[in-house]
């Protein structure tokens, strides 16, 4: 069945330094990928997603790059600061089901 | 303002009582959503629909039911309450633009079952 594996489970960084989150999945055919952040306490909200035609995008401080042949797909935080202490959670379109399935979730803790 | 919102923001029963949670949207989107979520964990997908009279069970086993009735309206019904349905429910209607879908998330209900 459709299935998202997202890693780590948890990140600590320092306040500055960059920050990775992976994410695989299995279906070949998944063609949009997008990523959720979710502060404490607050609704998860779309941050940056990637079509499966492009490689790398980015947005300011944040990007993501998708390796199809791989099937896997990354966030990339640079300049980490507290504000970017949440939880994130990748997702893939799977086309056959016509639905999007979540990763497990990344807690990220930005530490001054 | 075009948003979704859940009703209520907060909720303490007894157990064996009869719940609905409510779940309305004004940004008419046709498919809509029901997660559960423990604070800071994983998003388990309940429920389903694709639009009005459509309704799909999710991946996580659940005893609420739901209904769609209307495009804006989804809610989430337990007909008997236990603590193991203690979490949080989160709602979400999505916006398909090219072949990506967007979910937007409601501010979810805390239930909590005494």
């Known amino acids: 069945g459709e299935n998202v594996e997202q890693h780590p489970s948890t990140l600590s960084v320092q306040e500055g330094d960059s920050a990775v989150i992976k994410c695989t999945y299995s279906d070949s055919a998944s063609n949009y990928f997008p990523w959720y952040k979710q502060e404490l306490g607050k609704r998860p909200q779309l941050i940056i997603d990637?079509?499966?035609?492009?490689g790398e995008k980015k947005d300011q401080r944040i990007a993501v790059t998708l390796n199809k042949t791989a099937k896997h797909f990354s966030l990339h935080i640079t300049e980490t600061q507290p504000e970017d202490s949440a939880v994130y959670f990748c997702a893939a379109t799977f086309t056959g089901f016509q639905k999007l399935v979540f990763g497990t979730g990344t807690r990220l803790l930005v530490s001054p | 303002e075009a948003d979704i919102y859940q009703t209520p923001r907060y909720l303490v029963i007894g157990t064996g009582k009869k719940i609905t949670l409510e779940c309305s949207q004004t940004?008419?989107?046709?498919?809509m959503y029901w997660y559960q979520q423990d604070p800071g964990m994983e998003l388990h997908l309940i429920h389903y629909?694709?639009?009005?009279?459509?309704?799909e069970k999710g991946d996580l086993s659940s005893e609420s039911t739901v209904s769609r009735i209307r495009t804006e309206h989804f809610p989430l019904t337990l007909e008997s309450a236990r603590p193991s349905h203690t979490s949080q429910y989160l709602c979400?209607?999505?916006?398909?633009?090219?072949?990506?879908?967007?979910?937007?998330f409601g501010s979810g209900t805390q239930l909590s079952v005494l």
């Open positions: 979400a209607s999505s916006r398909m633009y090219r072949a990506e879908e967007k979910l937007f």
């Open positions: 990637i079509r499966s035609n492009v």
């Open positions: 940004m008419g989107h046709d498919k």
């Open positions: 629909s694709y639009g009005v009279n459509s309704t």
